[in-house]
Nanobody
Framework: QVQLVESGGGLVQAGDSLRLSCAAS????????MGWFRQAPGKEREFVAV????????NYADSVNGRFTISRDNAKNTVYLQMNSLEPEDTAVYYC???????????????????WGQGTQVTVSS
């Protein structure tokens, strides 16, 4: 049974930083590109970042490029999202995702995701 368990969300002020973690189990972690998506109330789930199998390639949404950094530790079956200079517009539920279709070279579409985590809430106050 595949499980992706996110942690690290919370309530912060604008300009603060947060680091999200996603621990994976039940799958061969190094065989999956890993990504982060987010969904704000009343909006569709949107791509945030993706990282390739060995971590050598990454891709980001324009809205977070330069502020967020995705990384992975294949020895720990964990993917991270370091979020700096947070803005109120970053408020959303953040989802970890595993994909055999995404490569890390470009935007990752939600329909390309094999497994989803349950999500962690990030709230940024102004």
């Amino acid at each position: 049974q595949v499980q992706l368990v996110e942690s690290g969300g919370g309530l912060v002020q604008a300009g603060d930083s947060l680091r999200l973690s996603c621990a994976a189990s039940g799958l061969t972690f190094s065989s999956y590109a890993m990504g982060w998506f987010r969904q704000a109330p009343g909006k569709e789930r949107e791509f945030v970042a993706v990282i390739s199998l060995n971590g050598g390639r990454t891709n980001y949404a324009d809205s977070v490029n330069g502020r967020f950094t995705i990384s992975r530790d294949n020895a720990k079956n964990t993917v991270y999202l370091q979020m700096n200079s947070l803005e109120p517009e970053d408020t959303a539920v953040y989802y970890c995702a595993a994909s055999t279709y995404c490569t890390g070279d470009y935007y990752c579409n939600p329909i390309e995701i094999d497994y989803w985590g349950q999500g962690t809430q990030v709230t940024v106050s102004s």
